[in-house]
């Protein structure tokens, strides 16, 4: 992909989650959740399954390609930086559907795994 990244960062999808999305480690919960949404804009369940935890990850995903998702929200971080084990990122993604504006309000829960990379564990 060429141009801006879905998750907003302001930055090309090359410098930004590219390298995430082609297996570079996230340096902290936040990246790896701005690279999630971007995997989910741009249909990559490998990814989304990849960077889920064993424990809470499912055999598969169906993503529903009449979703576009178009703009993402960070509200807030808690912890999550490159020295601790355990992060949370508030935030709101914005979607449309074939019926209509969807926003989808999330505080994920994300932690290191075995090799000490950020995984998505869960949210509420």
Do not use: K
């Amino acid at each position: 992909m060429t141009g801006p990244c879905p998750c907003g960062r302001g930055v090309d999808y090359d410098s930004c989650c590219g390298p995430l999305h082609a297996g570079e480690a996230a340096p902290t919960a936040e990246r790896l959740m701005r690279s999630r949404y971007s995997a989910f804009a741009l249909g990559d369940e490998a990814y989304l399954l990849a960077s889920w935890a064993r424990a809470t990850r499912p055999a598969t995903l169906d993503l529903d390609e009449d979703t576009q998702w178009l703009r993402l929200f960070v509200e807030r971080v808690e912890a999550g930086g490159p020295f601790d084990d355990e992060g949370f990122v508030t935030f709101t993604a914005i979607a449309r559907e074939p019926a209509g504006r969807v926003e989808l309000r999330e505080r994920s829960r994300f932690a290191r795994d075995n090799s000490r990379r950020w995984v998505y564990v869960d949210g509420e």
